[in-house]
């Protein structure tokens, strides 16, 4: 199983996104002030990739974090994969001409099949789509409420036109150190037959050795993020388990 350390990028910090009750989302606090040595921290851990996420583009039109970006890809030599804002093709590629091996697509997965189609073709191996999920409906930007779309329908769309994989996360759950929701996951991935990345809710050990025993189902990888800050999961204890 792979395992994906996240940096959510806001204002040239990592800073990851919590979520309220009510379902608004809200700036969580700044967990590493420099998020190229963090990056940089996760490469020299021994993770296999790294999964960054530009929420300053995914919630505004504009981004302060591309030369903070820039300079993460210039440090590390190990893939990775960026989320957050990319809405067309120009952006798509000069990501993937700065050097980064996996461009996410998220709401444009939704609102623009074509993009989809027409990246996966011109970057194969090289696009993958996030669906944040609310009770099996795709969430809306800011997680406030959902669209009339399935999760599963978006996913077999966006596995027809041709995207490399899926990364998958239930707002119910995603940023709460809830417990994940593993039935739900396994279902979603068994559907599929390109490969699943699970995200949200892992917050032990027991929840990536639970995830890590149904890889059959097509759970292919698994993003930490909150928890690695905290203390919750250790890298070194989550790498071994990861590749035992």
Same mark, same amino acid.
């Given at each position: 199983?792979?395992?994906?350390?996240?940096?959510?990028?806001?204002?040239?910090?990592?800073?990851?996104?919590?979520?309220?009750?009510?379902?608004?989302?809200?700036?969580?606090?700044?967990?590493?002030?420099?998020?190229?040595?963090?990056?940089?921290?996760?490469?020299?851990?021994?993770?296999?990739?790294?999964?960054?996420? +530009?929420?300053? #583009?995914?919630?505004?039109?504009?981004?302060?974090?591309?030369?903070?970006?820039?300079?993460?890809?210039?440090?590390?030599?190990?893939?990775?994969?960026?989320?957050?804002?990319?809405?067309?093709?120009?952006?798509?590629?000069?990501?993937?001409?700065?050097?980064?091996?996996?461009?996410?697509?998220?709401?444009?997965?939704?609102?623009?099949?074509?993009?989809?189609?027409?990246?996966?073709?011109?970057?194969?191996?090289?696009?993958?789509?996030?669906?944040?999920?609310?009770?099996?409906?795709? #969430?809306?930007?800011?997680?406030?409420?959902?669209?009339?779309?399935?999760?599963?329908?978006?996913?077999?769309?966006?596995?027809?036109?041709?995207?490399?994989?899926?990364?998958?996360? +239930?707002?119910?759950?995603?940023?709460?150190?809830?417990?994940?929701?593993?039935?739900?996951?396994?279902?979603?991935?068994?559907?599929?037959?390109?490969?699943?990345?699970?995200?949200?809710?892992?917050?032990?050990?027991?929840?990536?050795?639970?995830?890590?025993?149904?890889?059959?189902?097509?759970?292919?990888?698994?993003?930490?993020?909150?928890?690695?800050?905290?203390?919750?999961?250790?890298?070194?204890?989550?790498?071994?388990?990861?590749?035992?």
């Amino acid at each position: 199983m792979i395992l994906y350390p996240a940096l959510h990028i806001r204002n040239q910090a990592v800073s990851p996104l919590t979520r309220r009750s009510s379902g608004k989302t809200r700036q969580g606090e700044i967990v590493h002030p420099d998020p190229v040595e963090q990056a940089a921290a996760f490469e020299a851990a021994g993770f296999p990739w790294l999964h960054v996420v +530009d929420l300053d #583009a995914a919630f505004s039109e504009s981004s302060v974090n591309a030369p903070c970006i820039e300079a993460i890809l210039q440090r590390i030599r190990i893939p990775l994969q960026l989320s957050g804002g990319i809405h067309d093709m120009r952006a798509i590629e000069t990501w993937v001409e700065k050097g980064a091996q996996c461009i996410v697509l998220t709401s444009a997965a939704q609102q623009n099949p074509a993009l989809v189609r027409e990246a996966a073709a011109r970057f194969p191996g090289k696009i993958a789509v996030k669906i944040d999920s609310i009770g099996g409906y795709v #969430a809306r930007t800011g997680w406030a409420n959902t669209s009339s779309l399935k999760a599963l329908d978006l996913a077999l769309r966006v596995e027809e036109a041709g995207v490399t994989k899926v990364i998958y996360a +239930d707002i119910n759950l995603d940023g709460a150190l809830s417990e994940i929701d593993l039935e739900a996951m396994i279902d979603f991935a068994f559907a599929l037959t390109i490969p699943v990345i699970a995200s949200g809710g892992v917050h032990s050990l027991h929840d990536l050795t639970e995830m890590k025993s149904h890889s059959a189902a097509g759970i292919e990888g698994l993003i930490l993020g909150r928890a690695l800050y905290n203390g919750s999961i250790d890298a070194q204890e989550a790498l071994a388990l990861a590749a035992s």
